[in-house]
């Protein structure tokens, strides 16, 4: 849906790639919001890195990928975050807002801007 592909899922993390900078911060955010309004699920924790990855047997590897597990794990319940390098991809685009964060330590990455990423302009992914 929106130019994504689901790669695979362990346990209750979603691993999917997206065509564009564009489209997989819309799925993103699609997740974090259908998350976020659901009365019996908890919030996700969603995290998006535009990068080059290495694909194998239907699986993907590299630094993209393990940058983005940690930046999960960084993210506050119900939000999208992105490295810096994926919010300056998606900067002059106005169907999304990107809000620096403070800098964290990543273990294998060192230190890294965090970016939260939010709506902007237009009604987004609709989910159906």
Known sequence: VG???LVKTVGDEVLYIAETPAAGAEIS???AEAFTRDEILPEA???MVWGRILSRLGDIYGPTVNLA??????ADPGTVLVDSMTAAALDQDERF???PQNVE???GFGE???VTLA???GQGLVLD
């Open 119 to 121: 709506r902007g302009r």
């Open 97 to 99: 807002v990107l809000i």
């Open 29 to 31: 955010l699609a997740l």
């Open 3 to 5: 130019g994504g592909r």
């Open 69 to 74: 597990a940690r930046l999960t794990t960084l």
């Open 45 to 47: 924790r969603v995290a």
């Open 112 to 114: 890294i801007q965090p």
């Open 105 to 107: 330590n990543v273990r």
